[in-house]
């Protein structure tokens, strides 16, 4: 892609290039031992405690499901920005009845450098705010990899937000929006479906993670990977536990596969909204008590 052969570009330029960990073993133990010992590189992110980013670039593995209710989850008691950097609007149609004018969107961060607070919309949760998407969102990837600024607009909007916690739900690709992402982010989560291809996506993430930590953003971790849609009852997803927690800190709570998750998404509601009483409803909240015991 175009970003990245200007990234690598970019490295090379600076010599940085030997400092980058191939192999998949090293980058792990980097970015779990360097945990704040950088100094600040990038005039650094808001006033939130925490940046939560949602990411995987193997599509469908519960990315948007996580970050809508990690983000409810987490409104109950605290004021929290959703970004929607998803050009499908999944987590957008969750909390908006139409779909946002393109000037209102996300798209004015990447596109006419506007601010999340100019920009943040009310949802029916009054602790909750949202920064929409909109389809032509896909646009700006191409439009981020000409400009100088292009890995560090989203970063440069929030510096003024005062959310207690923002959780970003990105794209399912390694592109411009969800470096984007990367740079103003503390916590990274990454959801995955025990499915083998759902491992093979984790070098990407891994290595793009460590390159983003050296280079621009000595905040970001790895917070950790979330099993979704979960059967323990397969030998599949039995079998591959064992060897995601090799490379990654598991979160102890799973989400369980269950058609009231796609039943709660078809009312465009929540599961808290929805059902309550559910079983990835308790299990989003235990998730989340894990996630905030864990900064
Ligand atoms: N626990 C679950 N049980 C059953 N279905 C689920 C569960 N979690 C998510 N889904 C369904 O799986 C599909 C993919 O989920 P989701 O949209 O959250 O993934 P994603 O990683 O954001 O996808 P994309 O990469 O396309 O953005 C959706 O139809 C969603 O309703
Ligand atoms: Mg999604």
Same mark, same amino acid.
């Given at each position: 892609?175009?970003?990245?052969?200007?990234?690598?570009?970019m490295?090379?330029?600076?010599?940085?290039?030997?400092g980058?960990?191939?192999?998949?073993?090293?980058?792990?133990?980097?970015i779990?031992?360097?945990?704040?010992?950088f100094?600040?590189r990038?005039?650094s992110?808001m006033?939130?405690k925490?940046?939560?980013?949602?990411?995987?670039?193997?599509?469908?593995?519960?990315?948007?499901?996580?970050?809508?209710?990690?983000?409810?989850?987490?409104?109950?008691?605290?004021?929290v920005?959703l970004?929607?950097? %998803? *050009?499908?609007?999944?987590? +957008?149609?969750?909390?908006?009845e139409? @779909? !946002? &004018?393109?000037? $209102?969107?996300?798209?004015a =961060?990447?596109r006419?450098?506007?601010?999340?607070?100019?920009?943040?919309?009310?949802?029916?949760?009054?602790?909750?705010?949202?920064?929409?998407?909109v389809?032509?969102l896909?646009?700006?990837?191409?439009l981020?990899?000409?400009?100088?600024?292009?890995f560090?607009?989203?970063? %440069? *909007?929030?510096k003024s937000? +005062?959310?207690?916690?923002?959780?970003? @739900? !990105? &794209?399912?690709? $390694?592109?411009m929006l969800? =470096?984007?992402?990367?740079v103003?982010?503390?916590?990274l989560?990454?959801p995955?479906q025990?499915?083998?291809?759902?491992?093979?996506?984790?070098?990407?993430?891994?290595?793009t993670?460590n390159?983003?930590?050296?280079?621009f953003?000595?905040?970001?971790?790895?917070?950790g990977?979330?099993?979704?849609m979960?059967?323990?009852?397969?030998?599949?997803a039995?079998?591959l536990?064992?060897?995601?927690?090799?490379?990654?800190h598991?979160?102890?709570?799973k989400?369980?596969?269950?058609?009231?998750?796609?039943?709660?998404?078809l009312?465009h509601?929540?599961?808290?909204?929805?059902?309550?009483?559910?079983k990835?409803?308790?299990?989003?909240?235990?998730f989340?008590a894990?996630?905030?015991?864990?900064?």
């Open positions: 892609m175009f970003w990245q052969s200007m990234f690598d570009e490295l090379d330029r600076n010599g940085a290039r030997s980058i960990a191939v192999s998949f073993r090293i980058i792990r133990t980097d779990k031992t360097s945990r704040g010992a100094p600040g990038l005039n992110i006033e939130s925490a940046v939560f980013c949602l990411a995987n670039q193997k599509g469908g593995v519960g990315k948007t499901t996580t970050a809508i209710h990690l983000a409810a989850c987490l409104a109950k008691k605290n004021r920005l970004i929607d950097l %998803d *050009a499908q609007s999944n987590a +957008s149609s969750i909390f908006l139409n @779909d !946002c &004018p393109v000037e $209102l969107s996300v798209h =961060v990447f006419e450098k506007k601010t999340a607070a100019e920009l943040a919309q009310k949802t029916r949760n009054p602790n909750l705010d949202l920064l929409p998407a389809m032509n896909a646009e700006v990837e191409t981020l990899a000409g400009a100088v600024d292009g560090f607009r989203l970063n %440069d *909007a929030l937000s +005062s959310h207690d916690y923002i959780v970003i @739900d !990105c &794209p399912p690709n $390694l592109g969800t =470096v984007n992402a990367f103003c982010s503390t916590h989560i990454v995955l025990t499915s083998k291809f759902s491992l093979d996506g984790l070098r990407g993430i891994l290595e993670t390159t983003i930590q050296k280079r953003n000595p905040k970001i971790r790895i917070q990977a979330l099993l979704t979960f059967n323990g009852r397969t030998g599949i039995q079998a536990g064992g060897p995601i927690a090799e490379f990654l598991v979160f102890e709570t989400i369980s596969q269950s058609v009231v998750v796609e039943e709660a998404h009312m509601k929540t599961l808290f909204e929805y059902n309550p009483r559910s990835p409803a308790k299990q989003y909240e235990a989340t894990e996630v905030l015991n864990g900064l």
